[in-house]
Antibody
Framework: QVQLQESGPGLVKPSETLSLTCAVSGYSISSGYYWGWIRQPPGKGLEWIGTMYHSGSTYYNPSLESRVTILVDTSKNQFSLKVSSVTAADTAVYYC??????????????WGQGTMVTVSS | DIVMTQSPDSLAVSLGERATINCKSSQSVLDSSDNKNYLTWYQQKPGQPPKLLIFWASTRESGVPDRFSGSGSGTDFTLTISSLQAEDVAVYYCQQYYSIPYTFGQGTKLEIK
C-alpha cells in the first residue's frame, strides 16, 4: 500500500531554513496524483502549506508563499519542503499527504505520520 | 480567503446517540461547472494524522463506517454520526478545497457524555 514518511531535523534555529523530506513508497510520484504539505501547531488546527505535481507545478498558501518551496525528486520518489526565515510561529507537526484524485483541488486521502519541528535557539 | 467556521467547538454525546457537527464557509464552495461541493471532513485522534472520512461533502471514503454521513451544499455543511461509538472520540475538521488557500475549520472535539 502507499505509505508516506516525513523526515528532517526536529529543531531549527530562528531565522534559519526548515527542510523536510517526504519519502513515498508503494507508488511512483511520477505516475500521477498531487502531493502536499500540511502543518499543525501544538494543540491547534490544520494549515495547508502547498501542493505539487511531479512535473514541478506548485500551489502555495499565499500567507507562506514568500518563504516556502516544495520540490520533487522523482529519482528518489520523494518530495521536499523548505521554509525559510523561520520563527517560533513555524513550530508545528508537519504532515505530507497525497491527493485523493489527480487534481490539486482535492481532499488528501493518504497522510504521513507527521514530524514535529520546533523553532528555538 | 474562505473562512471555515465549525460549531460547536466541543460536543459530548452519549454512546449510541447521534452527533452532529456543523461547518459554514464564508463563501460558496459549490462549483457550478461540475456541481460538486469542494468540502471534506477529517477525523483526527491524538497523536495521529487526520483521516479522510467524507469528500465532495457527502461521499464516504472507502472503509469508513456507514454511521458517518455528510450533507449540505453551498456554504452550510453537516457531519453526522448516527450512533456514537467509543472509537469515534476525536477532533473533526472540515476543509474546503474550492480555492487557494485551502482552509480548515478550527475543529470540533467530540467526547463521550
Amino acid at each position: 500500500q502507499v505509505q508516506l514518511q516525513e523526515s528532517g531535523p526536529g529543531l531549527v534555529k530562528p531565522s534559519e531554513t526548515l527542510s523536510l523530506t517526504c519519502a513515498v513508497s508503494g507508488y511512483s510520484i511520477s505516475s500521477g496524483y498531487y502531493w502536499g504539505w500540511i502543518r499543525q501547531p501544538p494543540g491547534k488546527g490544520l494549515e495547508w502549506i502547498g501542493t505539487m505535481y511531479h512535473s514541478g507545478s506548485t500551489y502555495y498558501n499565499p500567507s507562506l508563499e514568500s518563504r516556502v518551496t516544495i520540490l520533487v525528486d522523482t529519482s528518489k520518489n520523494q518530495f521536499s519542503l523548505k521554509v525559510s526565515s523561520v520563527t517560533a510561529a513555524d513550530t508545528a507537526v508537519y504532515y505530507c499527504a497525497r491527493t485523493l484524485v489527480g487534481s490539486p483541488r482535492s481532499a488528501f486521502d493518504i497522510w504521513g505520520q507527521g514530524t514535529m519541528v520546533t523553532v528555538s535557539s | 480567503d474562505i473562512v471555515m467556521t465549525q460549531s460547536p467547538d466541543s460536543l459530548a454525546v452519549s454512546l449510541g446517540e447521534r452527533a452532529t457537527i456543523n461547518c459554514k464557509s464564508s463563501q460558496s464552495v459549490l462549483d457550478s461547472s461540475d456541481n460538486k461541493n469542494y468540502l471534506t471532513w477529517y477525523q483526527q485522534k491524538p497523536g495521529q494524522p487526520p483521516k479522510l472520512l467524507i469528500f465532495w461533502a457527502s461521499t464516504r471514503e472507502s472503509g469508513v463506517p456507514d454511521r458517518f454521513s455528510g450533507s449540505g451544499s453551498g456554504t452550510d455543511f453537516t457531519l453526522t454520526i448516527s450512533s456514537l461509538q467509543a472509537e469515534d472520540v476525536a477532533v473533526y475538521y472540515c476543509q474546503q478545497y474550492y480555492s487557494i488557500p485551502y482552509t480548515f475549520g478550527q475543529g470540533t472535539k467530540l467526547e463521550i457524555k
